[in-house]
């Protein structure tokens, strides 16, 4: 796992924060190590979004997200991959690195 710089507190609220623009706009444009950590999070929300009963989803998945994050997860984005068994998210590694730092930037995004 990768640290970011930042202690344990703030790394999960970090990583929670990116979780959450991911799932209200259903792509976002971030770092390649921040895209691939964000990752396996999402994607495991994702299954137990549309493995468990709605309620039973709603309540884990609302002690780890915002309430309309959560609520998407369950009604809007779990149904939608129901005969999918993984992999919901693509990573897109650009060409373009950002100006500040240089550092390589990427694209995620939930698969169609």
């Not at 997860?73 to 240089?102: F, H, N, Q, T």
């Given at each position: 796992?990768?640290?970011?710089?930042?202690?344990?507190?703030?790394r999960k609220?970090?990583f929670?924060?990116?979780?959450?623009?991911?799932?209200?706009?259903?792509?976002i444009e971030?770092?390649?190590?921040r895209?691939k950590?964000?990752?396996?999070?999402?994607e495991?929300?994702?299954?137990i979004?549309?493995?468990k009963?709605?309620?039973?989803?709603l309540?884990f998945?609302?002690?780890?997200?915002?309430?309309?994050?959560a609520?998407?997860?369950?009604?809007?984005?779990?149904?939608?991959?129901?005969?999918?068994?993984?992999?919901?998210?693509?990573?897109i590694k650009g060409?373009?690195?950002?100006?500040?730092?240089?550092?390589?930037?990427?694209?995620?995004?939930?698969?169609?």
């Amino acid at each position: 796992m990768r640290k970011f710089h930042r202690k344990r507190g703030m790394r999960k609220s970090f990583f929670q924060g990116l979780a959450n623009n991911l799932i209200m706009k259903e792509k976002i444009e971030t770092t390649v190590a921040r895209a691939k950590e964000i990752r396996p999070m999402v994607e495991r929300f994702v299954s137990i979004a549309q493995k468990k009963q709605q309620l039973t989803a709603l309540r884990f998945l609302l002690a780890r997200l915002p309430k309309q994050a959560a609520q998407k997860l369950v009604y809007e984005i779990g149904p939608r991959y129901k005969e999918r068994r993984g992999g919901y998210l693509r990573i897109i590694k650009g060409a373009k690195s950002r100006m500040r730092d240089g550092a390589d930037l990427a694209k995620i995004e939930f698969i169609k």
